[in-house]
């Protein structure tokens, strides 16, 4: 299933630094191939890994205000409070899956525990 984090309405020019995207997800899965070659406009960096639950990977749009990412939703959690930890406070963002089966705002300073406990409560 692909997850998304994603900026709700006007980023106002913000986007997420890569680097330390990137050195928040090397910390968690060291052996992470990073692949920088722009794909498309929702594929300009992706991150292969390997988790507790199998492959997966995450990448990032082009303006780097959206991360999508197919993974285990438990991994797609730890992923989307790390891009909110990234975020100014100002922002907000949506928590979701590619269906909408759920969608969640996503407030700065959320929990991975509060965080599973919304999707759970919107799924």
Same mark, same amino acid.
């Given at each position: ?13 913000? #986007? ?49 205000? #959206? ?11 730890? $992923? ?12 907000? $963002?949506?928590? #979701? ?7 969640? #705002? ?18």
């Amino acid at each position: 299933m692909t997850f998304l984090v994603v900026v709700e309405g006007d980023a106002g020019g913000w #986007c997420v630094d890569r680097d330390a995207l990137t050195d928040a997800i090397r910390a968690r899965w060291p052996a992470v191939e990073i692949d920088s070659m722009h794909r498309s406009e929702s594929r300009s960096l992706t991150w292969e890994i390997g988790t507790e639950n199998g492959p997966g990977e995450a990448y990032l749009h082009e303006d780097g205000t #959206c991360l999508y990412m197919d993974v285990w939703q438990e991994d797609a959690i730890w $992923l989307a409070i790390v891009f909110r930890r990234l975020t100014p406070m100002g922002l907000d $963002l949506v928590f #979701c899956d590619e269906g909408y089966t759920f969608d969640v #705002c996503l407030r700065a300073g959320t929990t991975e525990a509060e965080l599973t406990d919304l999707v759970n409560a919107a799924g």
